[in-house]
């Protein structure tokens, strides 16, 4: 399965935007991008998805390069709740290999 | 109302015994799946199930047994306890599959965490 690569860790200033950005080279025409944030002691909650355009929903913005190499997650203005371990992942067909790299560690500084 | 619940929280155990995490989904899913997160942070899903249809990832020890009594409920069964099965395991559901693009999203249970000494 294509892999992702992702900054261990950023920080952002609170009611600032967010971008926390994705690395995918290998990425196959098929996968799709998912993004994921888990906060502390909790399960992972879904936060966006996409495979060739730009997405948009109440939680976060998607951008998706053309080649469909790299992909950045928007958060438009970062609150303390979102500080939260943020995975992207690639899926085809289904979740059944995937596995959640360490993530992107967001710090949000009030 | 809690999308997806598991018992227990938190397990602690003897190495080689027996013990069950239970997960339920109130969501009317058909997919029901369930992850180790390592301590490493590395999550990994371990089984999907859809449908009375098991599908296992190979990795898998044997020791681990999945099994769901209906479409609502996957309870992950493991024997022989290990040092190395250490970890919090989460329970997870979502529409479909996917297959057929689209990729639902899932819904994560909260969690067990299971130490073996």
């Known amino acids: 399965d294509a892999k992702t690569t992702q900054p261990n860790s950023m920080e952002s200033n609170e009611e600032e935007p967010v971008h926390l950005p994705c690395n995918h080279s290998t990425i196959s025409g098929t996968d799709y991008i998912h993004w994921y944030r888990q906060l502390p002691s909790q399960g992972p909650e879904y936060v966006i998805h996409?495979?060739?355009s730009n997405v948009n929903n109440r939680m976060a913005s998607l951008a998706i390069a053309e080649d469909r190499k790299s992909s950045t997650l928007i958060l438009h203005r970062a609150t303390l709740r979102d500080a939260a371990v943020y995975y992207c992942i690639l899926t085809t067909g289904g979740y059944q290999k995937v596995t959640f790299g360490i993530g992107t560690k967001l710090q949000v500084i009030p | 109302d809690t999308a997806v619940s598991q018992t227990p929280k938190y397990l602690v155990t003897q190495m080689g015994n027996d013990k069950s995490i239970k997960c339920e989904q109130n969501l009317g899913h058909d997919t029901m799946y369930w992850y180790k997160q390592d301590s490493k942070k590395f999550l990994k899903i371990m089984f999907s199930?859809?449908?009375?249809?098991?599908?296992i990832n190979e990795t898998v020890p044997n020791r681990f047994s999945p099994k769901s009594p209906d479409k609502a409920h996957l309870n992950l069964h493991i024997n022989s306890l290990e040092l190395g099965d250490s970890a919090v395991y989460f329970c997870?559901?979502?529409?479909?599959?996917?297959?057929?693009?689209?990729?639902?999203?899932?819904?994560f249970g909260p969690g067990t965490r299971l130490t073996v000494l």
């Open positions: 997870a559901s979502s529409r479909s599959m996917g297959l057929a693009g689209g990729e639902d999203e899932q819904f």
């Open positions: 199930y859809n449908n009375k249809e098991l599908i």
């Open positions: 996409g495979l060739t």
